[in-house]
């Protein structure tokens, strides 16, 4: 039997189209550091690739876990696998570890198998899924394989491996683009054995500008509301931070948490770079213009408010449509009620009017007082949000004239 150890999947063919569990996407900004596990490249992806002559009925695939520092056998980690990858017919796979017990023996049936008739490169045969393990013995491990004979000339054999901490910390950017002096989300997902972990109430989050030096701080919040009250994601273990960058440039944006581990505290970090544009647009309220209808006879006023438009002076760069949002809130109510409206837009600056009836003033159950939240929204290819403004206050005389809202 023929066995080669790849340290990279550069060097291997196809090796693009092998899925590695728990890995991030190859074009994802995201990058992960673990402080728990040593060597630095444990991390990384192994691929193995074997071949075993046609008469051949049981091979066995080395493959080595690294020992973390001077930690010994007191691991916290995670053994991850890809498919198993059988240009043969196998019967029976088992784990063996270092000490040579079997950890487990199964069938491709009990471990779940895909057919290559329906895998991505079918030329390496099917696909037999191999289970994760936790707190993997540092030392020289086997992937027994036996096969059915029945198949002819050389197989080829293909898996790979890597070694996970047990405390990971990925971080996303869920906004598709970033402008200078506009908010977007980060998001944080911190795990332990993979599952979502709940309860640190929030993360830091560092922003390093194309210097080194830090620019500024935030906090990721677990349970995390947007202005107008709405969570934001309702996944567990989701921490989510607001961020706004003043000036367009390169920035890093990294997290670090601590955990508590069985043999001593462990963290997990992580890190993306990210560069911002110039701001796509701009948005505020210009004017507030009232629709009035003569009042109910014998109240004190002979007029009554039956709708409120607000136009808001925009600008911004590319022609298109475009959405403005308006969150409406009273004093001292949590209550929110939302208008929208949208316009053709073109380049430069322009106007969008957003109007509210009576009876979408009646229902915030006191008096409008403010804008809570004003967003700009650009439809279609880069869309998304591109200019926000919050808490935007009303005067004393519109705030007293809306009190007369038509109830009829």
Known sequence: MKLLIYRSLVHMPHAASIPLVGMCIALSPCMLTYAQTAPAD??????????IPADQARANLEFEVAANGGSGSKRENILSFSSLRS????????LIDPLQRVIWRKTPEELGIISRDVSSHPELGDAILLPELRDATPGRWHLSLERNLRSTGIVQILFSYRLLPRFQLSMAKLDASVAAGQPFLIELRP??????VVGLGKIELNVFDANGARVATHEAQENARSPTGIRINTESGVYISRVSLAKAGDYRLAAQQNFRGRYGPLSASAAMGL???????????????LETRPGTPGRATATCVSAVIFDFAVDVASAGNYVS?????????TVHRFVSA???????????????????LLALGAPLTQLS?????RYGENGGLIA????VPLTAAQKDTLAQVCKE
């Open 42 to 51: 444990s991390a990384k992806p192994h691929v193995i690739r074997s071949t």
């Open 87 to 94: 240009t043969a017919s196998i019967s029976m796979v088992s």
């Open 191 to 196: 795990t332990d054995y993979g599952a979502p």
């Open 275 to 289: 560069k911002t544009g110039l701001s796509g647009g701009a948005v505020a309220l210009s004017d507030v213009r």
């Open 325 to 333: 949002n308006v969150a409406l809130t009273a004093q001292g109510s």
């Open 342 to 360: 949208s316009a053709q837009l073109p380049v430069g600056s322009g106007q969008i009017s957003v109007k509210a009836n009576a009876a979408t």
């Open 373 to 377: 939240q004003v967003g700009l929204i």
């Open 388 to 391: 926000e403004a919050k808490d």
